[in-house]
């Protein structure tokens, strides 16, 4: 989805002389930057039409939504209105700043709408008087226009503004303003609470409208898919549709952090027109909700009972939710085939799910086999060029998780290992990948990170890496070492990450800190670079010891690395060191400085 205006491209200039209003905000790119995202242009979107739907301007509402569906471009309007509920939010009283940006808009031939005009009016009405005195006549200026304009302002925008007036400290002159601008709106066409009242007593409106009937079926879907599961707490999810509206929002958000965005947007698509859920939407976030597996599967058989077709979007959940339980990867494989029967191209992160499942619940064998079954559709996703082992690295790493999770009884690790399967490995791999290029082994950083969609590491690597940091928070120091070695043993080499977490880990522990000794010359010997905090935490293991003799072996290992070319950065020492008892903190810059003289 792409921003039609282009705002932050546009350059706002400004004579010195000019009014103060008439200036940008300072940050203005930056937060036109972050209301341009997929995700806040597709929020901000659905917030406007919802609004304007509300507020009784639905063909304003459907023409943003329509627009939106059939060009997949955002109208400027909707960015401009966006960045002013920035501001009108921002800690520190922006709403000057959001004054500046709707006065901007008329300069750009922007057209605000009234959910616009009612945003800026509230926030001016407001506004600090002491601050800004003018803000409250900005606001009434701005109601009047809306009139003008043919748009009559909600009850709320009203009360708003005769609010703002009310605050003047003359109340005199506060009671006379408030009479002078109700004879003026009511001139002007605006219908008056008790006037309103009176029509609608002569003019009855239907019982509901149709955006709450729309509303009541969504919520009458939802509460029967509910009806039968297992965990009657599921219930509590969503008790209106307003809160049901909010847990989709993060369902969207959620789908697309994973890399599901397409099928994201294809299953939202009819909110941009109506502004209400749609039925196939509702399902599939009962589904990913569902604490039980089978509760998820029912939900999907009643979903085609009601007669709605599953998109692409609905079978990754669904696949993805089956491939986890041993009970059911039999469903799995049964709806992926049925995605490929369909002609439906399955993404790369629910290929992987279902041949992990295969992989941890029956054998790597198992998931190569199906695999190769499904390969002559031609409609397996690409795992990138020269990477066509991944999907093996992947399923055992995955297979390695089962493993590892019988190996230990410590709740904690296997908490963590639950957490790297959920999450997938992309950000554990950019986690290690920003680490390494900080620390400066930017040349190893690139060998190891080659580029392919799912992963740019080993991700058994990655297991082990997060196991040996779990048993280091934890000062399970033996263990630690133990994955370590054992991820030796199946042929892993280490990188400068790893060695990183294992040297600080173990340095702080006599028992192991000839390792954390060996480890660190290891990584000068294999050219990597440690940063400031590894080698700190080995030359403050030797100052922990508070003798003479450790301080001269300290200086005597110094020597070694620094034989090897390396420097120590007694700047970045100090700031590492910063915090720890003042004679730690002399006898590791003692054995620092003897060195640099």
Same mark, same amino acid.
């Given at each position: 989805?792409?921003?039609?205006?282009?705002?932050?491209?546009?350059?706002?200039?400004?004579?010195?002389?000019?009014?103060?209003?008439?200036?940008?905000?300072?940050?203005?790119?930056?937060?036109?930057?972050?209301?341009?995202?997929?995700?806040?242009?597709?929020?901000?979107?659905?917030?406007?039409?919802?609004?304007?739907?509300?507020?009784?301007?639905?063909?304003?509402?459907?023409?943003?939504?329509?627009?939106?569906?059939?060009?997949?471009?955002?109208?400027?309007?909707?960015? %401009?209105?966006?960045?002013?509920?920035?501001?009108?939010?921002?800690?520190?009283?922006?709403?000057?700043?959001?004054?500046?940006?709707?006065?901007?808009?008329?300069?750009?031939?922007?057209?605000?709408?009234?959910?616009?005009?009612?945003?800026?009016?509230?926030?001016?009405?407001?506004?600090?008087?002491?601050?800004?005195?003018?803000?409250?006549?900005?606001?009434?200026?701005?109601?009047?226009?809306?009139?003008?304009?043919?748009?009559?302002?909600?009850?709320?925008?009203?009360?708003?503004?005769? %609010?703002?007036? $009310?605050?003047?400290?003359?109340?005199?002159?506060?009671?006379?303003?408030?009479?002078?601008?109700?004879?003026?709106?009511?001139?002007?066409?605006?219908?008056?609470?008790?006037?309103?009242?009176?029509?609608?007593?002569?003019?009855?409106?239907?019982?509901?409208?149709?955006?709450?009937?729309?509303?009541?079926?969504?919520?009458?879907?939802?509460?029967?898919?509910?009806?039968?599961?297992? %965990?009657?707490?599921?219930?509590?999810?969503?008790?209106?549709?307003?809160?049901?509206?909010?847990?989709?929002?993060?369902?969207?958000?959620?789908?697309?952090?994973?890399?599901?965005?397409?099928?994201?947007?294809?299953?939202?698509?009819?909110?941009?027109?109506?502004?209400?859920?749609?039925?196939?939407?509702?399902?599939?976030?009962?589904?990913?909700?569902?604490?039980?597996?089978?509760?998820?599967?029912?939900?999907?058989?009643?979903?085609?009972?009601?007669?709605?077709?599953?998109?692409?979007?609905?079978?990754?959940?669904?696949?993805?939710?089956?491939?986890?339980?041993?009970?059911?990867?039999?469903?799995?494989?049964?709806?992926?085939?049925?995605?490929?029967?369909?002609?439906?191209?399955?993404?790369?992160?629910?290929?992987?799910?279902?041949?992990?499942?295969?992989?941890?619940?029956?054998?790597?064998?198992?998931?190569?086999?199906?695999?190769?079954?499904?390969?002559?559709?031609?409609?397996?996703?690409?795992?990138?060029?020269?990477?066509?082992?991944?999907?093996?690295?992947?399923?055992?790493?995955?297979?390695?998780?089962?493993?590892?999770?019988?190996?230990?009884?410590?709740?904690?690790?296997?908490?963590?290992?639950?957490?790297?399967?959920?999450?997938?490995?992309?950000?554990?791999?950019?986690?290690?990948?920003?680490?390494?290029?900080?620390?400066?082994?930017?040349?190893?950083?690139?060998?190891?990170?080659?580029?392919?969609?799912?992963?740019?590491?080993?991700?058994?690597?990655?297991?082990?890496?997060?196991?040996?940091?779990?048993?280091?928070?934890?000062?399970?120091?033996?263990?630690?070492?133990?994955?370590?070695?054992?991820?030796?043993?199946?042929?892993?080499?280490?990188?400068?990450?790893?060695?990183?977490?294992?040297?600080?880990?173990?340095?702080?522990?006599?028992?192991?800190?000839?390792?954390?000794?060996?480890?660190?010359?290891?990584?000068?010997?294999?050219?990597?670079?440690?940063?400031?905090?590894?080698?700190?935490?080995?030359?403050?293991?030797?100052?922990?010891?508070? $003798?003479?003799?450790?301080?001269?072996?300290?200086?005597?290992?110094?020597?070694?690395?620094?034989?090897?070319?390396?420097?120590?950065?007694?700047?970045?020492?100090?700031?590492?060191?910063?915090?720890?008892?003042?004679?730690?903190?002399?006898?590791?810059?003692?054995?620092?400085?003897?060195?640099?003289?």
């Amino acid at each position: 989805m792409a921003d039609n205006a282009e705002l932050k491209s546009t350059v706002l200039l400004a004579d010195s002389a000019v009014d103060d209003l008439e200036l940008p905000p300072e940050d203005l790119r930056e937060v036109l930057e972050e209301m341009c995202t997929e995700e806040a242009l597709s929020r901000n979107t659905i917030k406007m039409v919802e609004g304007l739907l509300r507020d009784g301007f639905m063909d304003v509402g459907l023409e943003i939504g329509t627009k939106v569906q059939e060009t997949n471009v955002v109208p400027r309007v909707v960015t %401009d209105t966006a960045v002013m509920e920035h501001y009108i939010s921002a800690a520190g009283d922006r709403t000057k700043d959001a004054l500046r940006v709707f006065k901007h808009m008329s300069v750009f031939g922007v057209e605000p709408n009234a959910y616009t005009y009612a945003i800026i009016i509230k926030a001016l009405a407001a506004a600090d008087l002491k601050k800004n005195p003018d803000f409250v006549g900005y606001a009434k200026k701005y109601f009047v226009e809306m009139l003008e304009r043919g748009m009559q302002p909600n009850e709320e925008t009203y009360e708003a503004v005769l %609010d703002g007036i $009310d605050r003047g400290e003359n109340k005199a002159e506060a009671e006379e303003e408030r009479r002078e601008f109700v004879e003026d709106v009511k001139a002007k066409g605006f219908l008056l609470v008790l006037q309103k009242e009176a029509e609608e007593m002569a003019n009855p409106p239907p019982l509901k409208s149709e955006m709450d009937m729309l509303k009541e079926h969504v919520m009458k879907v939802f509460e029967d898919v509910i009806r039968d599961f297992e %965990d009657k707490n599921e219930q509590k999810r969503a008790e209106d549709y307003d809160s049901l509206s909010s847990v989709a929002h993060t369902f969207y958000k959620g789908l697309s952090s994973k890399g599901l965005t397409e099928e994201a947007k294809e299953l939202f698509k009819p909110l941009l027109k109506t502004a209400i859920l749609p039925d196939e939407a509702v399902f599939t976030i009962v589904i990913l909700l569902s604490k039980s597996t089978g509760d998820g599967l029912k939900v999907y058989e009643h979903m085609l009972a009601y007669g709605i077709t599953p998109s692409s979007c609905t079978y990754s959940v669904l696949i993805a939710k089956l491939s986890l339980d041993r009970n059911f990867i039999g469903h799995a494989k049964k709806f992926y085939l049925e995605m490929l029967d369909k002609g439906i191209k399955p993404c790369l992160r629910t290929s992987l799910g279902l041949f992990n499942g295969i992989a941890c619940f029956e054998s790597v064998e198992n998931a190569e086999e199906f695999r190769e079954r499904v390969k002559p559709n031609g409609d397996l996703p690409d795992p990138g060029e020269g990477r066509e082992g991944l999907f093996t690295e992947l399923m055992k790493a995955y297979q390695l998780y089962g493993d590892l999770q019988k190996k230990t009884t410590d709740k904690d690790i296997q908490e963590v290992i639950r957490k790297i399967s959920d999450e997938g490995f992309e950000k554990h791999a950019a986690k290690m990948f920003c680490a390494m290029v900080e620390d400066g082994n930017v040349g190893e950083a690139m060998d190891l990170f080659q580029s392919t969609p799912e992963t740019r590491i080993n991700p058994m690597v990655i297991v082990h890496t997060n196991v040996i940091e779990a048993y280091i928070k934890c000062n399970k120091n033996k263990d630690a070492l133990q994955t370590y070695l054992d991820m030796l043993a199946a042929g892993l080499a280490p990188n400068s990450y790893i060695y990183s977490v294992l040297i600080k880990g173990l340095a702080v522990d006599a028992n192991f800190f000839g390792d954390a000794k060996k480890y660190l010359i290891e990584m000068l010997d294999k050219g990597m670079h440690p940063n400031a905090a590894t080698y700190t935490a080995v030359l403050e293991g030797f100052a922990q010891q508070e $003798d003479k003799k450790a301080d001269e072996e300290g200086k005597e290992f110094l020597e070694v690395m620094m034989a090897k070319g390396f420097v120590p950065d007694t700047e970045a020492v100090r700031e590492v060191l910063k915090g720890r008892p003042a004679p730690v903190f002399d006898r590791v810059m003692s054995i620092i400085l003897s060195k640099l003289e």
